[in-house]
């Protein structure tokens, strides 16, 4: 090769290396976003507000979930949803000049991608079921003085919504708002009627104890009556049963123990409720099919194959399977084991929208939020994204589109009662901890004072390491 | 070369030096050329390989969320935490009965494959296809042949067997993941020797017949001497692959190796710990732990089995 092709190919690859590199720097300097110097909006999303006052700019929405920006189609119910492309159209048509672009994500890994996110500044807005430990790093803007300086009302929200949320900061000395709830979820107990008729055993009511389920779960085990086919009484999902005892020992009077972050927390996992709550879940086994610890077994519950009376934990999303199968009628749904005197139980659940600390577009930001406590997004979800979005906002009561789906008055009535803020221990070992010696117990490997006692100090030695 | 080059005049000694001087920078521009083509993936290498390897290294001996400097306290808590343990006792029994079982039987089968007339290609692909499939794909199939309702407690039972709740007993939930990693591994244990056995040259076999010795001495005295290098690098990428084993365990077990961590594997530890509870610190002290395990079990069967890599 002579000097002077080697010296044009060096000049290429140098040029060619130059332009690589410069293309992988997604770094500020390709973003479009425009630093806000305007006044905030004082009256959220209302059109009310003058066009000058409201910021404007690019906003970068982060959604984790089954979301796609264009209309798609389920291939089950063959029912066409829109896509959020109808957020992004309504909210350049609330604030003009501004132009919102969704970065969206499945469920799988999203805290760890949420985090590297977050980290590199990649958007205003996040969604952040796992906000605390976001908080916890100083990753996320704190909402308080957002919603003072425009009187925001969080009324609009049900019962505990915005409580679940609350998390601590590492300044913080109270949890504090970091997020606003706009996806709702809960847990709840869902009964086959047909079988209930089918045994002549009476429904749950509307908030039954844990012994009134495993009354009626033992009476509807064995050969249905009816059709002589195997029935069992209950089912759970097996690496879930942590939660279910939990939810019992709630309903017995006990708690997860105190404090939020870990190295004030104090567990309760040995207490005389949860070796009794224990103890009735290793009750509620019996009823329930051979493969449920493996979640095997209630293939067909929601179907109309089914041979399971009660599902003691199931999402919201079962009334999209219900409305598919057409079994409206057939099942039923009750409130989760709760405490007769304060009125909870259950663990919260769903989604809150928070900025992001590093975001260069905060004023916006706290716009889209406003945003996602309105009628119209909270519409939207109900409407077009219904499998994995509940209301969180009182109004949905009212809707007529809510209020014909009976099984939705308990699940609103579910989401009110939720234990907030949510069991901070879930959020690291201790979770693992109790779950592992839980599944030991419903494996008849420990008996339920031992496997707790154990959980107890594994989970408080773990917390000792967290000083 | 002429007689006036090799004269030892001051000039010759300077135009020979010059000469030298000039094919040894010739020599060396294509090879700067080749390192200019090899910079795009060095960056690659550095950025993607380097840094993280680095970056876990500098995370291990970090804690919380402020990474402060906590030396080798994470070394030490992995160390002496029960579930690791039997994290890494659940890794090695599945990978155990993974090698024990696939590597025979997929030699045994290759042989049998080897020495068919027609059908050997069809039979290659039948017994490659699992191999080609996703293992995340392959486990939520085996979710549905592990049922207690399943085909594989229909054939037990046809057998004569009991039915075997498979995934809810820590046992049978561990026989269940080794029974997913062998019918998944097999296919390529079986490429890997037919590759080898069609390597081994018919004159062996030719003059062995003409000695008369029987096909059962053939395949002890030939065969299988010829085939150890293809079932040592075997056994030893089983073992590497082993160790690493996430996917099907994480399918069929969950997050927690569920039951009772029956399928919890180093991995998962890793995974639970790093991405299930923050402990991006502790993950990556048990990540190289991880390492230095690899590490220590390659050498030692390099050793005994006298590889020479």
Not at chain 1, 120 to 146: H, M
Not at chain 1, 179 to 190: E, Y
Not at chain 1, 437 to 464: C, F, H, I, P, Y
Not at chain 2, 214 to 219: C, D, E, P, T, V
Request: net charge negative; glycine share 8%; proline share 4%.
């Amino acid at each position: 090769m002579s000097n002077k092709s080697t010296l044009k190919m060096t000049g290429t690859l140098l040029l060619a290396s130059t332009m690589i590199l410069s293309a992988c720097n997604n770094g500020n300097s390709n973003q479009t976003v425009k630093a806000n110097t305007e006044p905030a909006a004082t009256e959220g999303a209302s059109n009310a507000v003058p066009a000058a006052e409201k910021p404007t700019g690019t906003l970068k929405v982060q959604l984790v979930g089954d979301f796609s920006l264009e209309d798609k189609t389920d291939p089950i119910s063959g029912k066409t949803s829109k896509g959020v492309k109808v957020l992004k159209e309504e909210f350049e048509k609330q604030y003009p000049d501004t132009s919102v672009e969704f970065v969206l994500m499945g469920w799988d890994n999203y805290n760890e991608k949420t985090q590297t996110m977050l980290q590199s500044g990649a958007a205003d807005v996040y969604q952040v079921p796992g906000i605390t430990t976001f908080v916890e790093q100083g990753l996320l803007e704190p909402l308080q003085p957002y919603i003072d300086k425009d009187s925001y009302d969080l009324g609009k929200y049900l019962n505990g919504q915005v409580e679940g949320w609350k998390v601590m900061g590492p300044d913080d000395q109270e949890p504090q708002i970091y997020g606003l709830p706009f996806i709702g979820d809960a847990r709840v107990i869902v009964y086959d009627r047909q079988l209930f008729d089918d045994w002549g055993v009476d429904y749950l009511s509307e908030s039954p104890t844990i012994e009134e389920v495993l009354d009626k779960a033992s009476k509807m085990t064995g050969k249905n009556p009816k059709t002589g086919e195997q029935n069992y009484g209950l089912t759970f999902k097996g690496s879930d049963a942590a939660d279910s005892v939990m939810n019992i020992n709630e309903s017995l009077g006990g708690q997860w123990g105190t404090g939020f972050l870990w190295k004030d927390m104090k567990l309760e996992f040995n207490s005389d409720t949860m070796v009794q709550a224990l103890d009735l879940m290793k009750d509620a086994i019996k009823y329930a099919p051979e493969g449920v610890m493996a979640g095997q077994g209630a293939e067909n519950f929601l179907t109309e194959k089914n041979n399971i009376a009660i599902n003691l934990r199931e999402s919201p999303g079962f009334i999209n399977n219900l409305a598919n199968l057409g079994l409206e009628d057939r099942y039923e749904a009750a409130l989760l084991f709760k405490n007769q005197k304060t009125g909870m139980g259950g663990m919260f659940a769903g989604s809150p929208f928070a900025i992001g600390a590093s975001s260069s577009n905060k004023d916006l930001a706290w716009e889209w939020l406003k945003f996602s406590g309105s009628e119209f997004f909270q519409q939207y979800m109900w409407e077009e994204q219904r499998s994995q979005s509940m209301p969180v906002i009182k109004a949905a009561e009212n809707w007529s589109s809510v209020q014909e789906i009976r099984q939705m008055d308990t699940i609103v009535k579910q989401m009110g009662q939720l234990w907030t803020p949510r069991y901070p221990y879930r959020s690291g070992q201790p979770r693992y901890i109790l779950s592992e010696n839980v599944e030991r117990v419903l494996l008849g490997e420990l008996s339920s004072a031992d496997a707790l006692k154990k959980a107890q100090e594994e989970a408080t030695k773990w917390l000792a390491g967290q000083q | 070369m002429s007689d006036h080059m090799t004269k030892a005049t001051t000039l010759g000694v300077l135009d020979r030096k010059l000469l030298r001087n000039r094919n040894k920078i010739i020599r060396r521009q294509p090879t700067l050329a080749w390192y200019l083509f090899l910079l795009p993936t060095l960056i690659g290498i550095a950025v993607f390989m380097i840094y993280p390897l680095a970056e876990s290294l500098r995370l291990s001996f970090t804690k919380g969320a402020d990474e402060h400097y906590v030396g080798l306290e994470n070394y030490a808590s992995v160390l002496e935490s029960g579930t690791f343990w039997y994290s890494v006792y659940n890794t090695l029994y599945i990978t155990v009965f993974q090698l024990l079982i696939a590597i025979p039987v997929g030699f045994i089968i290759a042989c049998l494959i080897n020495n068919l007339r027609r059908g050997a290609n069809f039979f290659k692909v039948l017994f490659y296809l699992p191999n080609v499939t996703s293992i995340v794909a392959a486990a939520t199939v085996f979710l549905a042949v592990l049922h207690p309702d399943g085909p594989l407690n229909y054939v037990l039972q046809l057998l004569g067997f009991e039915k075997i709740v498979w995934l809810s007993q820590p046992l049978s939930a561990k026989w269940g993941a080794i029974i997913l990693s062998v019918w998944h591994w097999l296919g390529f244990v079986i490429i890997i020797n037919l590759a080898n056995l069609q390597a081994i040259s018919s004159d062996y076999y030719e003059a062995a017949s003409i000695d008369g010795a029987s096909r059962f001495r053939q395949w002890q005295y030939i065969t299988l001497p010829n085939m150890l290098g293809s079932l040592t690098v075997l056994f030893i990428i089983g073992w590497i692959g082993g160790l690493q084993r996430f996917s099907d365990a994480y399918m069929l077990g969950g997050l927690q190796g569920s039951p009772a961590r029956s399928l919890h594997t180093v991995v998962g530890f890793i995974f639970e710990r790093g991405f299930g509870g923050n402990e991006y610190g502790l993950a990556s002290a048990a990540s190289y732990i991880l390492f230095f395990f690899i590490l220590v079990f390659t050498y030692i069967n390099t050793k005994v089995t006298k590889m020479k890599i």
